[in-house]
């Protein structure tokens, strides 16, 4: 069983930066992929950015490739997503999620979900 718990979502102008973390409970986070996804008011949950276990590969949706980063401390059970050069479209709910097979963009094959966190980017 693992807990998540997103935290670092909030209000920022267009061009901003926010940092969002998700901590987990669990001793076994780290044999865990861990995703990003995002959903916005009347649309469907996207994928945005996944790293496998070890943090050698991340994965990224094309609408935020070059401008988001995902990292994951396994010593402190911890992923991150920098959000750089945010824009009004990335706008949403955003959630971690925990996958004990491997990182990529399908939703469904995640086992674990926070409760979310909101990202408002203002024009």
């Known amino acids: 069983q693992v807990q998540l718990v997103e935290s670092g979502g909030g209000l920022v102008q267009a061009g901003g930066s926010l940092r969002l973390s998700c901590a987990a409970s669990?001793?076994?986070?780290?044999?865990?992929?861990m995703g990003w996804f995002r959903q916005a008011p009347g649309k469907e949950r996207e994928f945005v950015a996944a790293?496998?276990?070890?943090?050698?590969?991340?994965y990224y949706a094309d609408s935020v490739k070059g401008r988001f980063t995902i990292s994951r401390d396994n010593a402190k059970n911890t992923v991150y997503l920098q959000m750089n050069s945010l824009k009004p479209e990335d706008t949403a709910v955003y959630y971690c999620a925990a996958d004990p097979s491997r990182a990529g963009p399908n939703g469904n094959e995640y086992d674990y979900w926070g409760q979310g966190t909101q990202v408002t980017v203002s024009s």
């Open positions: 790293i496998s276990w070890s943090g050698g590969s991340t």
């Open positions: 669990g001793r076994t986070f780290s044999s865990y992929a």
